[in-house]
């Protein structure tokens, strides 16, 4: 009997104790993290300058209002912008409040209501958030739905030329849509979509919530398709775990984000700001990155490897550490074979198989998760034979 509304499928295990890309069970079962709180806990569980931070403001402060200056907040905004295209930050406590801050933001700079979002994509669950979301079974029940959005196939030029007008203030992407399946963005989608935006004056949110702070081996996912984003929208990794939220905005918006347009009682409390500034003072080097890069390749290298003579295999795609094995079968139950041999992964859309580990896992971890995988998927696939 559990007092919790039901709005999770849980799984039968129950995490006590989490150190890199280790999870702890209470029977003390170790599992392989390639889930990381759903790409939230970039730095792996218990990063000990993350624990430190936290550790250290919270005998100083926990919360003061926004009324009041927050040294952390200059800091931490400072440091996105530095590594973004943007100029202003504004904080709040998750994704889908960022892209619900995106959205007001986007209506009152232009004037214009329409938004056109993608197919497949996740924006968060929020009325706003949950409209820009391009998914029915998101949308089921929660109706009417806040008007204006068109939806379009992502990598799909004509649709979205079809779709964009005069009256659209924003396109709302993401440059690797995580929850519908790791599916990238094209390098001509990109340019088409700059292109766009440029010839009908609407905005350009692109929302990293999954892809941003160092996941795909740079600060942001839209640096490698060399698109310069309006707004951006953070939040999973930018904490490690602490809940923290962020939309980084360029300066010709400023204006629209006026004293008392919006705002957030706990958005940017010092102690998220603590855990905030020790994640990206760490994840936004150089050397930091070019990790991330590497891994992320060799882990690609070693999965197409492994998997390629299984028939029920389609392809590895994505970048950096947020990979996908799409499968010509439902990815669910690839998906408890490898829970059952100690390693955690997800599902994006109903066939594949989600990869985020830790951006600090080790080469050996990921071999050892490459070789479980292809076990799990190994057990599939024969089942999968012996039913044809
Ligand atoms: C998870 C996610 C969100 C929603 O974030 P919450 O913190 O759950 O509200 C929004 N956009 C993308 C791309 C996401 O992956």
């Not at 993290?33 to 569980?45: K, P, Q, R, S, T």
């Not at 995106?102 to 209506?107: E, G, P, T, V, Y």
């Not at 102690?271 to 930091?288: C, G, S, W």
Request: aromatic share 6%; glycine share 10%; with cysteine.
């Amino acid at each position: 009997m559990s007092a919790l509304f039901p709005t999770y499928a849980r799984w039968d295990v129950t995490a006590v104790k989490g150190e890199g890309a280790t999870l702890t069970d209470k029977d003390g079962k170790q599992y392989l993290d390639f889930i990381a709180g759903i790409a939230v806990c970039n730095l792996g569980h218990c990063h000990p300058k993350v624990n430190a931070a936290l550790e250290k403001q919270l005998h100083s402060l926990w919360h003061v209002s926004n009324l009041f200056q927050i040294e952390g907040q200059e800091r931490v905004a400072q440091l996105l912008v530095d590594h973004s295209v943007g100029d202003y930050v504004f904080f709040c406590n998750s994704g889908a409040e960022a892209n619900e801050a995106a959205i007001k933001l986007a209506r009152k700079a232009t004037g214009k209501h329409h938004i056109v979002s993608m197919k497949q994509s996740f924006h968060g669950r929020t009325l706003g958030s949950m409209a820009a979301t391009g998914q029915e079974k998101i949308h089921a029940g929660f109706g009417p739905l806040l008007t204006e959005f068109t939806y379009v196939t992502l990598n799909d030029e004509k649709e979205l030329a079809g779709a964009v007008t005069a009256d659209t203030a924003a396109i709302i992407v993401e440059v690797i849509q995580g929850e519908g399946g790791v599916l990238p963005m094209s390098k001509e989608y990109a340019k088409k979509l700059s292109q766009i935006c440029e010839q009908y004056q609407c905005l350009l949110i692109v929302d990293e919530v999954q892809t941003g702070i160092g996941r795909t081996g740079t600060a942001f996912a839209y640096e490698q398709l060399e698109l310069s984003p309006d707004i951006i929208t953070v939040a999973k990794g930018l904490g490690n775990g602490f809940p923290v939220g962020a939309l980084i905005g360029k300066k010709e918006l400023k204006e629209a984000f006026s004293p008392g347009s919006h705002g957030s009682t706990f958005g940017g409390n010092p102690l998220a700001m603590a855990a905030a500034e020790a994640v990206v003072t760490e994840v936004f080097t150089p050397e930091f990155l070019a990790d991330v890069q590497q891994k992320g390749d060799y882990f690609k290298q070693r999965l197409e490897q492994a998997l390629a003579s299984f028939s029920i295999v389609k392809e590895v795609r994505g970048n950096g550490l947020i990979l996908g094995v799409a499968c010509h079968v439902e990815a669910a139950p690839i998906i408890t074979e490898c829970r059952e041999r100690g390693l955690l992964v997800l599902p994006a859309g109903p066939n594949v198989v989600r990869l985020l580990p830790p951006l600090i896992v080790s080469n050996e971890e990921l071999n050892r998760a490459t070789g479980i995988l292809a076990e799990a998927i190994a057990a599939v696939n024969e089942k999968e034979q012996l039913s044809i």
